[in-house]
């Protein structure tokens, strides 16, 4: 009986409801229900209890905000709504094998804690402080990870992205605020005055001149003279830009200080101190590997010891390409004699980037494990790349696929909510 109802949650939770009835206090032989049924979904279904709970949550933090909440029946039919296809979306989670692992929802929960400037333990008292359950949050947010998984796994597949809808998004004026180059710059302004002279402006000048000449230089800014403004301007798009600073903004790189620039409030420079956008270069590696895992046949010793021969047969004078075709377990990689192709930093695995980064173009390392088993790898070479405008094109398609996201996950919902059994008790 135990296993049966383990593997049926409808008649799981049904048990359960009427076992609370026996907890219950009888009065004159009468009955009272605690919990009752409110919705049947395919295999499963929705206790009064959980609409209760939810309906209660909904409306605490509808009061937080100050708004008025609906009417609470029509808040109520909302929130079944909303139970009953998140109910058909774990019963998929349950067929699909998904679980979140205990260290990844305590990192989520602190991150959670983080974002609002508490440590885990503040966010725990503050949730106990308002009257929520912590472990009730903790559980919710699990919830909520796995809905999300369900959702990207089977959403994300419907999605495409075009490079001419990624060329045609860039080319529109969404596209070009969105991707446009952000520049973080110090700012001086040495004023002057409109009813000032010729030669109080001609001296003004000079004297921006001979400052930016120094801050070049590498010398610090002198702010002993009240009358030089220095500001800090933050991070700012380049269409943001005054119209003054657009002009050289382009063609300044990290540290550059502007010539003055002038304008009717005075003479201004500029230092950028940061940009983002204007010209990314990453340094990247061309490796290759062989791939060794150990198996049933093939014990942990017995596949070092592989992993060091082969190299050494390599170092000999072996072709590192036929070795890796013959021996590497690496699916992907093992017809293409190990070529792991451009890789850029944080694309790897990191005990396979440390290994290939301590390599020099030609040499082979000494075989390293990682999670996938045990690596003879070969750094073939390495290049700096600008890739400013991959950087751009991925900011565009993953816009466009976030808008496509919401259409398509909405369709998706109404999709599997049309194909369930739903059966409404109130």
């Keep these: 009986m135990a296993t049966y109802l383990m593997n049926n949650m409808r008649l799981l939770k049904a048990f359960t409801a009427v076992l609370l009835i026996a907890l219950a206090p009888l009065t004159q032989a009468e ?13 499963d279904i929705i206790l009064a209890s959980e609409l209760d709970e939810r309906l209660d949550s909904i409306k605490a933090n509808i009061a937080r905000t100050g708004k008025q909440a609906p009417p609470e029946e029509e808040l109520r039919k909302e929130i079944l709504d909303l139970l009953v296809l998140e109910n058909i979306q774990m019963q998929m989670a349950n067929r699909y094998g998904l679980r979140i692992e205990d260290e990844e929802l305590n990192a989520a929960v602190a991150r959670i804690a983080a974002n609002n400037n508490m440590t885990l333990s503040q966010f725990q008292q503050a949730l106990t402080s308002s009257g929520a359950s912590y472990l009730a949050v903790r559980e919710q947010i699990g919830r909520e990870m796995i809905l999300q998984r369900v959702q990207m796994g089977n959403v994300n597949q419907r999605i495409q992205v075009t490079e001419q809808e990624i060329q045609n998004y860039l080319q529109s004026s969404e596209g070009k605020e ?36 120094k801050l070049r230089s590498g010398k610090d800014v002198d702010n002993a003279n009240t009358d030089i403004s220095i500001s800090d301007l933050g991070w700012r798009k380049g269409t943001e830009l005054p119209a003054l ?69 390599a170092l000999n004078g072996e072709d590192f390409r036929e070795l890796a075709k013959e021996y590497s377990e690496d699916i992907g990689s093992a017809q ?10 944080g694309q790897l695995v990191p005990e396979f980037q440390k290994a290939m980064d301590e390599t020099s173009p030609g040499e082979i390392h000494v ?60």
């Design 367 to 426: 075989p390293v494990a990682s999670q996938f088993g045990w690596h003879v790898i070969k750094v073939v070479e390495r290049r700096t790349k600008d890739v400013t405008n991959d950087m751009r094109k991925q900011i565009a398609r993953n816009a466009l696929h976030e808008r496509k996201y919401a259409d398509e996950l909405d369709i998706w919902l109404r999709k599997i909510r049309s194909e369930a059994f739903v059966d409404i008790k109130i």
């Design 245 to 313: 600073f657009k002009g050289v903004a382009s063609k300044m790189t990290d540290g550059d200080v502007s010539e003055p620039l002038q304008s009717a409030s005075g003479f201004h420079i500029i230092k950028l101190l940061e940009s983002r956008g204007v010209k990314q270069l990453v340094k990247q590696t061309r490796a290759s590997h062989i791939l060794l895992k150990p198996s049933a046949i093939r014990d942990e010793a017995q596949t070092i010891a592989l992993a060091k021969q082969l190299r050494q047969r």
């Design 336 to 345: 293409e004699g190990g070529d792991l192709g451009w890789t850029t930093p």
């Design 31 to 43: 009955t009272k229900w605690l919990d009752k049924v409110v919705a049947i979904v395919d295999d």
């Design 178 to 213: 969105v991707t446009s180059p952000e520049f973080h710059f110090s700012h001086i302004l040495i004023p002057v005055s409109s009813e000032a002279t010729d030669t109080e402006r001609k001296a003004a000048e000079n004297r921006a001149k001979a400052l930016s000449a």
